[in-house]
């Protein structure tokens, strides 16, 4: 299907475990994002890309790794995870020079 | 420091009435401003736009104003469905610095009683 989809859509995982959330996008953007969102909080960026093997922090990337090898795919890592990163997890693109982001239908992500 | 707020946590509105968002910001270097309507366990999809370079923008029954001076936008839905009843969040973006990053509000949960 066309769109942007990630994987998996609920994970339970434990505190210190490596989990990755995967994102796929059909359209070749050249942006890619994640977001978290938490109650109180809205979304707030984690990391972002602007093409393959180029990215950049945003405003909370602490214990998250990403990395982007090819343009369709942009995984987060959470290299040991902690209660504090239970969340809901969104992947974005954008198709530069349009301004507009384009949202995947989210992971929800509980850390024992 | 939250850039962006959106101090009403949610809103109910009867259906056919208007229903008004409002968001504030308190960086003046942002020049674009969106507004994402979430439905539960989906992601956010966009519904409207505005430039700073523009006080109103309308797209069928939502038109979102921009007020600079104040640092407020507003959406408006006219008529108000029972559809319309997600979350809604705004985003605030530096185009014209280079930047491609949004700023989200927390996000207000409208309700649109039948």
């Known amino acids: 299907d066309a769109g942007i989809t990630q994987s998996p859509r609920y994970k339970i995982t434990e505190t210190g475990r490596q989990v990755t959330l995967m994102c796929h996008q059909t359209?070749?953007?050249?942006?890619m994002f994640w977001y978290r969102q938490d109650l109180g909080h809205g979304l707030r960026l984690i990391y972002y890309s602007a093409a393959a093997d180029i990215t950049d922090k945003g405003e909370v990337p602490d214990g998250y790794v990403v990395s982007r090898s090819k343009t369709e795919n942009f995984p987060l890592t959470l290299e040991s995870a902690t209660r504090s990163q239970t969340s809901v997890y969104f992947c974005a693109s954008r198709d530069y020079p349009k301004e507009t982001q384009y949202f995947g239908p989210g992971t929800r992500l509980l850390v024992l | 420091d939250q850039q962006v707020k959106q101090n009403s946590p949610s809103l109910s509105v009867q259906e056919g009435r208007i229903s008004i968002l409002n968001c504030d910001y308190t960086n003046s270097m942002f020049d674009y401003f969106l507004w994402y309507k979430k439905y539960p366990a989906e992601g956010p999809t966009f519904l409207i736009s505005?430039?700073?370079?523009?006080d109103k923008n309308e797209d069928g029954r939502f038109t979102v104003f921009l007020n600079k001076s104040a640092k407020h936008l507003s959406l408006h839905i006219v008529p108000s469905q029972p559809g319309d009843s997600a979350v809604y969040f705004c985003a605030a973006s530096k185009v014209g610095a280079g930047t491609y990053k949004y700023i989200f509000g927390t996000g207000t949960r409208l309700k649109v009683l039948a």
């Open positions: 505005i430039s700073s370079i523009k």
């Open positions: 359209w070749s953007h050249s942006y």
